[in-house]
T-cell receptor, first 115, second 110 residues
Framework: DAGVTQSPTHLIKTRGQQVTLRCSPKSGHDTVSWYQQALGQGPQFIFQYYEEEERQRGNFPDRFSGHQFPNYSSELNVNALLLGDSALYLC??????????????FGPGTRLTVT | GQQLNQSPQSMFIQEGEDVSMNCTSSSIFNTWLWYKQDPGEGPVLLIALYKAGELTSNGRLTAQFGITRKDSFLNISASIPSDVGIYFCAGHNQGGKLIFGQGTELSVKP
């Protein structure tokens, strides 16, 4: 039973560029959430996708956008990259219809460095 | 962004000692969760708590959901070197996002 997978593992981009990160949820899960984790901090919620729609959004600018596909996998896009976007980007999956919908399982993350 | 108040920030202990860390919030949560994160990895779910007052164990780990629903603690008994890492609490309400604490960094001396 595969867990949450993310790609790529590491990425280096230049200021102003655009980036796309990818996530495949755990088998049986239908909801994907994205988090940004700066060094030394806890993860911060970006947004959540269910049934291919953005269900909830955290305090992040419109430069951060996402998508969920019919197979439940998801992408996170960041436009006009800033140095401050350098962080570990985590994807978490869960099953929204479960009475344990709060249990989110995380992937290994994508380390994004903006230079 | 919103965060829970987690303490202590860091702990240095001897192998075999017990560890306790806690998390408080100004808001109530329906679910409290505890995660462990190793360097370069994603957080791994350790324990999830669903009812106020609930006490749940997972091996040497025990966690409690506070009666007020605004706090939780995690205890680790008889620590071993592989317990090293950063422990995060997280709160959840119906509707999706997890709110995390700042983390407790645990170091264990053999």
């Amino acid at each position: 039973d595969a867990g949450v997978t993310q790609s790529p593992t590491h990425l280096i981009k230049t200021r102003g560029q655009q980036v796309t990160l990818r996530c495949s949820p755990k088998s049986g899960h239908d909801t994907v959430s994205w988090y940004q984790q700066a060094l030394g901090q806890g993860p911060q919620f970006i947004f959540q996708y269910y049934e291919e729609e953005e269900r909830q959004r955290g305090n992040f600018p419109d430069r951060f956008s996402g998508h969920q596909f019919p197979n439940y996998s998801s992408e996170l896009n960041v436009n006009a990259l800033l140095l401050g976007d350098s962080a570990l980007y985590l994807c978490a999956s869960s099953r929204i219809t479960s009475d344990r919908s709060g249990e989110q399982y995380f992937g290994p993350g994508t380390r994004l460095t903006v230079t | 962004g919103q965060q829970l108040n987690q303490s202590p920030q860091s702990m240095f202990i001897q192998e075999g000692e017990d560890v306790s860390m806690n998390c408080t919030s100004s808001s109530i949560f329906n679910t409290w969760l505890w995660y462990k994160q190793d360097p370069g990895e994603g957080p791994v779910l350790l324990i999830a708590l669903y009812k106020a007052g609930e006490l749940t164990s997972n091996g040497r780990l025990t966690a409690q959901f506070g009666i007020t629903r605004k706090d939780s603690f995690l205890n680790i008994s008889a620590s071993i070197p592989s317990d090293v890492g950063i422990y995060f609490c997280a709160g959840h309400n119906q509707g999706g996002k997890l709110i995390f604490g700042q983390g407790t960094e645990l170091s264990v001396k053999p």
